[in-house]
């Protein structure tokens, strides 16, 4: 069972066109992270929300994290071929004591057409 | 600015031989992971390292060891390698364990079992 589900899978838009991304699960997070990969290469941080209700807006992209911390939206306006990529959510969860462990959505796999 | 590095980025191993995957950070962050990325099966940790001199189990540990070298560098080796271990292994850092702090990816090693 997949801890953290993102939906959808998979996602081609035209570009200029808005889309939101999902990130759920049954349990409670103490933060959560959004990352993009590009191909070859290793996922970068976009975002780290913290705060039940957060809402942080990076240019384009706004990323929402739920009231009880357990799921998580990231929205693109005007989605730009640039956008392209695979959208990885993690879940920060108690692993024992103070150490956390970040647990991967499988993604959200974007193609933004020109 | 070379955060963190793998090496070697490709490698082609018959069933049976031994590796090891290396990685060194330069952000003196004090945590330090292992991953692998198969496709559909999102990320997965394997080992990590939440502070130098300690490692400990992730999700997916049987087949492989660690070794935390020092502060820096943090290897990953496969004794007997096998076909269901081909992947995609990112190696991560963060400054802490706590789960708050971003991970900062390497550009992963690409491994293929014969």
């Known amino acids: 069972t997949q801890l953290l589900e993102q939906s959808p899978q998979f996602l081609s838009i035209q570009e200029g066109e808005n889309l939101t991304v999902y990130c759920n699960s049954s349990?409670?997070?103490?933060?959560l992270q959004w990352y993009r990969q590009e191909p070859g290469e290793g996922p970068v941080l976009l975002v780290t929300?913290?705060?039940?209700?957060e809402v942080k807006k990076l240019k384009r992209l706004t990323f929402q994290f739920g009231d009880a911390r357990k799921d998580s939206s990231l929205h693109i306006t005007a989605a730009q071929p640039g956008d392209t990529g695979l959208y990885l959510c993690a879940g920060a969860l108690s692993s024992g004591g103070s150490n956390y462990k970040l647990t991967f959505g499988k993604g959200t796999l974007l193609t933004v057409n020109p | 600015n070379a955060g963190v590095t793998q090496t070697p980025k490709f490698q082609v191993l018959k069933t049976g031989q031994s590796m090891t995957l290396q990685c060194a950070q330069d952000?003196?962050?004090?945590?330090m992971y292992w991953y692998r990325q198969d496709p559909g099966m999102g990320l997965r940790l394997i080992y990590y390292?939440?502070?130098?001199?300690?490692?400990d189990k992730g999700e997916v540990p049987n087949g492989y060891n660690v070794s935390r070298l020092n502060k820096r560098e943090f290897s990953l080796r496969l004794e007997s390698a096998a076909p269901s271990q081909t992947s995609v292994y990112f190696c991560?850092?963060?400054?802490?364990?706590?789960?708050?702090?971003?991970?900062?990816f390497g550009d992963g090693t690409r491994l293929s079992i014969l």
């Open positions: 390292s939440a502070s130098e001199g300690t490692t």
């Open positions: 349990s409670v997070f103490s933060s």
């Open positions: 929300v913290v705060t039940g209700g």
């Open positions: 991560a850092s963060s400054r802490s364990r706590y789960g708050n702090q971003p991970q900062h």
């Open positions: 952000m003196n962050h004090n945590s």
